[in-house]
Each structure stands twice: as C-alpha cells, then as structure tokens.
C-alpha cells in the first residue's frame, strides 16, 4: 500500500466531504430532534454511488473496497452526519453476502444495499454472552427443509428501517456435537421475530433493538454461505466492521477539532491575541491532530490488507485501527471540549453530544479490553487470559 492517498481516493473524499457540507450537523440534529431518519442524506448518497463503492460492479456496486467505504463514512462524520447503518448494511451484511452468499442472494439483495433502496441490519451480541461471542445461545435446527431459529439479541441497530436482519446463530455439527456460527437472513415481517426498542443515551437517528427469535421459521435458501465455514464468514464481516467503527470515530473527532481549533483561533479574552496564541491549549489541539492522523494511517492499512484478501494480517491491523481511533477521537473531543470551557457543553457548539458518541467506538463493536487481550496473545505470543 502506498502511505499516501491515490488521486481517485482524494476525489471520492473531495465529493463526500462537498455531500455532508450540503446536509451538514444542523440537518443531523434536526433529524434526530424530530425523531426522523437520515433518509434524504441516505437516499443521495445512494444515488450518487457512494453506500454501494465497495460492492461488486456487476451487482450495481462501485467495485471498490472496504479503503473507499471507510472514507465516505470518515468523510460524512467530518461534516456533522455520520451514517451509522453504513457500517452495518454495506460494509458487514453487503460484504459477506457479496463473498459468500449464493447467486440467488446476491441478485436480491446486493443492489438494493448499493443504491439504498435496502438496508439489512447485523444480530450478533446476546444478552448473557456480551464481548464472549463463544457464548451465543441463539440456535438453528433443520425441520425438513427449513431451518428454525430460537434466541435472543441486544443492541442491534436500526433494525425497524432495515428490510432484513443478518443473524449470526448456532448449529449442531454432525460429526462432534458442537456448536458452529452459521448466517441467516431473517425479514422483517417474519413470524416471531419480534424487536424491543433500547431507550439509550446517544445521540443519533438510529435506534437500538432487543430482538427474539421465538421458532423463527426460515427457508433454506435464508442461510449464507457454507454451514460449515461460519466462523471464517463471520470474521469477514467483523474485520469492515471494526475498520468502518475507525472511520466513524475518525470522523467525530475531525468534528471536534475543526469546532474548537476555530474558537481557539478567534476567541480573545485576554491581551496578546486569542487563546490559541497558548501552547496550554494549542499544544494539545496539536496532539489530538497527531494521534487522529495516525489512527488514519493505521485504519487505510488495514483496509488495503483486507481489501488484498490477506484476512488473517487484516484482523490484526482492523482492530488496531479500531482501538487506536477509539482512543484519538475520545481524546480529541475531550480535549475539544476542555478548550471551549463553559460554551464546549452548550447547544450551541454541539460538542457535548459528542462525549458519549465517541466513547461507543470504545465499546463497540468490540471493547478496548478485548482488543488488547487479541493483540496480547495472537501478536504477542502471550498466554491466554480466557
């Protein structure tokens, strides 16, 4: 890869950052305060190409990778209106579909999701299992030629605008009795599939949905992939994840620090000219900039690992990326906020929504913990700790 950005990669950051100016953090918070959905934001940028650049071009995709994806979503966030389903529609469900899905699944749903006509939401998390993902419950049995599903699942997103949830459930191998991750598409309407909504602290248009799966009765054509190649399909949705979960987090600190390099630039209250004359508050502005480009860096490695199919290098680096952006972006708008003082929490400046958003980059998809306990024993060659 190379450590600067191809010219069509600028282009398509140029034209995405030109898209969220025009809609810009005003519309997002408008958006959420009515209690509506980004669909107009959704709608064009699904026209112009951008939620589908990394699906296949012959199912009305752009034909690029996870590198170009994560730049629309870096992009959006920079302007103010982050698209959170894009993490989940194009970059999780679209990809396993588009590499392991049948022809069938393919032609149904891939350029729904390119275009935004379509969303799919992701089920994986489990009330009693959390980070342990060994510990899902939600099973699948055959029942002649379906499949039935029983289980439960939290915080899942935007579950009431998506036309389908990927569920990630359990079946029995034949051979050792085990348990093994396998995909299904469940439709919304299905019977009992059946959402609670999650009252939660965050600021965005998306909500979060407990779901149950009471003898969920699905075709067979609803699984994805190889039954018995689940876990290798499953990561290969988990890796975009944690790299678009960079992008995201990328984007809200570049927010931040755009707000409050601006104030420590104008803003004057004592002689000598304004507070960013200071090194007491340049100097950590000037940090929070350092560590959010090399989170960058980090996050386009990981993209083109993932993008040249090396999966294995890819997750190392997809959850460096993700940890090393979490802990910018809390950084940035921390610090963001320390700068404006009393007005950092006002309305006004928006930077108070801010705090609990960056701190789910954190926490989801996967917590910092256990990012370092990956890297500690896979990198490190240390004992495992679980």
């Not at 480009?293 to 959850?319: I, P, V």
């Not at 929490?345 to 306990?373: C, D, H, Y």
Request: with cysteine; hydrophobic share 40%.
């Amino acid at each position: 890869m190379s450590i600067t950005e191809p010219q069509d990669h600028q282009d398509l950051r140029a034209a995405v950052s030109a898209l969220g100016a025009k809609y810009g953090r005003a519309y997002f918070t408008q958006v959420v305060n009515e209690g509506r959905h980004t669909d107009e934001l959704w709608s064009e940028a699904g026209k112009l190409g951008y939620l589908g650049v990394s699906l296949p071009e012959e199912y009305g995709g752009g034909g690029g990778g996870i590198a170009e994806l994560s730049i629309v979503l870096e992009e959006l966030g920079a302007a103010g209106c982050p698209l959170l389903m894009l993490i989940v529609t194009p970059a999780i469900t679209g990809t396993v579909i588009a590499r392991f899905g049948t022809e069938s699944q393919k032609r149904e749903w891939l350029p729904g999701l390119a275009d935004g006509s379509r969303k799919m939401a992701f089920g994986i998390t489990e009330p009693d299992a959390g980070s342990n993902s060994h510990r899902i419950t939600t099973t699948a049995r055959r029942d002649g030629d379906d499949w039935i599903l029983t289980g439960r699942k939290v915080f899942v997103s935007g579950v009431d605008i998506a036309d389908a949830t990927l569920i990630v459930s359990r079946t029995e191998d034949a051979r050792t009795g085990r348990l093994k991750p396998c995909l299904f598409i469940v439709p919304r309407d299905t019977p009992g599939f059946q959402r609670t909504m999650i009252p939660m602290e965050l600021f965005g248009p998306e909500k979060q949905f407990e779901l149950v799966l009471d003898e969920v009765r699905l075709p067979a054509d609803a699984l994805v992939g190889d039954e018995d190649a689940g876990l290798f399909q499953l990561f290969a949705g988990l890796n975009p994840e944690r790299i678009m979960t960079a992008a995201m987090a990328l984007g809200i600190g570049r927010l931040a620090m755009g707000v409050s390099v601006e104030y420590a630039r104008t803003r004057q209250v004592w002689k000598g000219g304004p507070i960013g004359v200071h090194q007491a508050i340049a100097h950590p502005l000037a940090q929070a900039h350092v560590e959010l480009e090399l989170a960058r860096l980090m996050m386009q490695k990981a993209a083109a690992l993932y993008d040249s199919g090396d999966d294995a290098a890819a997750g190392e680096a997809a959850n460096m990326a993700k940890y090393a952006a979490a802990e910018a972006a809390v950084k940035a708008v921390d610090q963001s906020v320390h700068t404006l003082g009393g007005n950092g929490l006002t309305k006004e400046f928006g930077l108070a929504q801010l705090i609990t958003a960056s701190r789910v980059a954190r926490i989801a998809p996967v917590s910092r913990e256990m990012i370092l306990n990956y890297i500690s024993h896979q990198t490190l060659g240390l004992p495992k700790s679980y």
